[in-house]
């Protein structure tokens, strides 16, 4: 059974930095299509980043130009880098694979799609 598994999150201030992973564990597959996704109190889970198999990415616009995400398959690991850190970022952040993802980590529905998920990893970002 693949399980997926984050680390890296912890509590920053604004401005700050900083690096998740997520690896995957008893893959038989080969690459999966990936994706991040965070959850906050305020908000219902919202995709943040995706990176499909042979390394296309794409965000959501709030993390355009502040957020990297990257991949090495050689690892099976999925990284986000996350500079500039804001308040509102503050969330619980999950990663997601599926062998193939069709839809737009915009659209909400996209998140139906992913079929192995994390448990999470809090990244807590202070005013």
């Known amino acids: 059974q693949v399980q997926l598994v984050e680390s890296g999150g912890a509590s920053v201030q604004s401005g700050g930095t900083l690096k998740l992973s997520c690896r995957v564990l008893?893959?038989?597959?080969?690459?999966?299509?990936m994706a991040w996704f965070r959850r906050s109190q305020e908000k219902e889970r919202e995709g943040v980043a995706a990176?499909?198999?042979?390394?296309?990415?794409t965000y959501v616009d709030s993390v355009k130009g502040r957020f990297t995400v990257s991949r090495d398959n050689d690892k099976d690991t999925m990284y986000l880098q996350m500079n500039n850190l804001k308040p509102e970022d503050t969330a619980m952040y999950h990663c997601?694979?599926?062998?193939?993802?069709?839809?737009?980590?915009?659209?909400?529905?996209?998140?139906?799609?992913?079929?192995?998920w994390g448990q999470g990893t809090q990244v807590t970002v202070s005013s």
């Open positions: 997601a694979a599926n062998p193939t993802v069709f839809g737009h980590i915009q659209d909400r529905q996209t998140q139906w799609e992913y079929n192995h």
């Open positions: 990176i499909d198999k042979d390394g296309r990415v």
């Open positions: 008893h893959n038989t597959y080969g690459p999966y299509d």
